[in-house]
């Protein structure tokens, strides 16, 4: 089995990045063979160094880092990129495509391409681009979710865009030629979608157009090892860990420690960072390695935060916080949320600061704390999403997608692949 995997970025500069490597690296493991297509060449991720996997950059550029004409014109459909996809797809000639992000460099430009493959294509959706113009389906004017029709009338009124009026210009462009793309590229063909969560499946299910799509469940990858649980009860902060923005709810964690009296501790980086740096008990740090980061939940946190005002579709830093055995508060707008056992291994929350603070003052409780942490790790490694898992869960998709058996097993090998040049 041979499945080509197409991403903006062979380095993880976000969710969806970091899960198309992983699961490149854990289907080779599992005796896949794996093309893995990025957009913007550049040094690349550790993880994708493996014999099973042939790396393949496509020369393009993030559109963020072009002037804004060229940006918003590529961003809505770049032909270089249709182009040079459509040259390598038929050299590689593989056995099923996986689309995880296109937004940055491939642009809506590559769906054309993909159905032109007459091949089995799968898409995961790490967040709601294939219908909301800015992806995270949030009114950032309003500070709360959206609740309208993509591309409706008032969709296309609505300032709901985080940079201006021109960007939700373009973005409606955008999110109108990937609906272009889809309808007419793939007509009455099938495309396999592939959802993180239950929550957001039941979101974007309703809000697809038309109705040629197959629908399945894969969870993220955690990457985290099995090892005796942490003692949040030792933990002397709250930690948030990810994109300090406001959609992801960073203020709340800083404001609801503030008032429970409790320090927080911050793993990343964001538009926030000067702001929550400057407030009393905060602690930023930059980000990290993932095995940094561990130890330093292990070492420092209490619980684990993400308190989402977008309906966001993981995150993982919830999984990796109860696979750590530490406890995990998500908002009730979190996809992740549903792994959580409310007042067992965590809580779930509407993303509101005194209700945050009252959990925390709650947690300030060290039997509570140790209780809650137990639970979260005996409950977690009941049914870990381990690398493992995921790529078993991804090759089963793509065996039922070409009618061929996954091969999978301890024993099983990828082939060599020479190395490309990128």
């Known amino acids: 089995m041979h499945v080509a995997i197409l991403t903006n970025f062979c380095l993880p500069r976000g969710g969806g990045e970091k899960v198309a490597i992983e699961s490149a690296r854990g289907l080779a493991e599992a005796g896949v063979a794996v093309s893995f297509l990025h957009g913007v060449d550049g040094p690349a991720d550790p993880m994708l160094d493996h014999p099973g996997i042939r790396r393949i950059g496509l020369g393009l550029t993030d ?8 940006g918003a014109r590529d961003g809505i459909w770049n032909r270089l990129a249709a182009r040079r996809l459509r040259a390598a797809l038929a050299e590689l000639r593989p056995d099923c495509l996986h689309l995880h992000n296109w937004t940055r460099s491939l642009s809506p430009a590559v769906l054309p391409v993909l159905a032109g493959c007459r091949l089995p ?15 995270v389906y949030y009114r950032f004017d309003r500070a709360e979710p959206c609740s309208l029709a993509p591309l409706g009338a008032r969709c296309l009124a609505s300032p709901c865009d985080p940079q201006s009026r021109a960007h939700k210009l373009v973005r409606v462009a955008r999110a109108a030629a990937t609906r272009i793309g889809l309808m007419r590229g793939f007509g009455d063909r099938a495309i396999d979608l592939v959802h ?54 960073a203020d709340l964690v800083a404001e609801a420690a503030r008032m429970a009296g409790l320090p927080a501790l911050f793993i990343g980086d964001g ?16 980000w990290r390695e993932p095995a940094a980061v561990e130890a330093l939940l292990r070492a420092r946190a209490r619980a684990v935060v993400a308190p989402s005002r977008w309906l966001e579709t993981g995150p993982l830093t919830v999984y990796e916080a109860l696979a750590c055995g530490i406890p995990a508060i998500a ?88 190395r490309s040049p990128v």
């Not at 929550?199 to 894969?218: C, N, T, V, Y």
């Not at 538009?271 to 930059?286: N, Q, S, T, W």
């Not at 039997?367 to 490694?381: E, I, K, P, T």
């Open 63 to 70: 559109v963020w880092d072009e002037p804004a004409w060229r």
């Open 121 to 135: 294509v799968a898409v995961t959706l790490h967040d709601y681009f294939l219908v909301c113009p800015n992806g």
């Open 196 to 249: 993180v969560s239950d929550a957001s499946r039941a979101r974007l299910e309703p809000m697809l157009p038309g109705s040629g799509f197959r629908h399945h469940r894969i969870d993220n990858p955690v990457r985290v090892e099995r090892r005796a649980p942490a003692d949040p009860a030792r933990g002397d902060a709250v930690v948030f860990v990810g994109r300090f923005t406001r959609e992801k709810g």
């Open 271 to 286: 538009p926030l960072a000067e702001k929550l740096a400057a407030m009393p008990g905060v602690e930023v740090l930059g």
């Open 331 to 418: 908002s009730n707008r979190a996809g992740a949320a549903a792994r959580i056992v409310p007042g067992e291994t965590g809580f779930v929350t509407a993303p509101e600061a005194h209700l945050l603070a009252r959990i925390f003052h709650d947690l300030a409780d060290d039997a509570l704390a140790r209780r809650m942490g137990l639970a979260a790790h005996a409950r977690y490694w009941a049914a870990p999403l381990t690398l493992a898992a995921h790529a078993e869960g991804a090759a089963r998709l793509y065996a039922t997608m070409i009618g061929r058996p996954a091969p999978l097993g301890a024993t099983a090998t990828a082939p060599s692949f020479q």
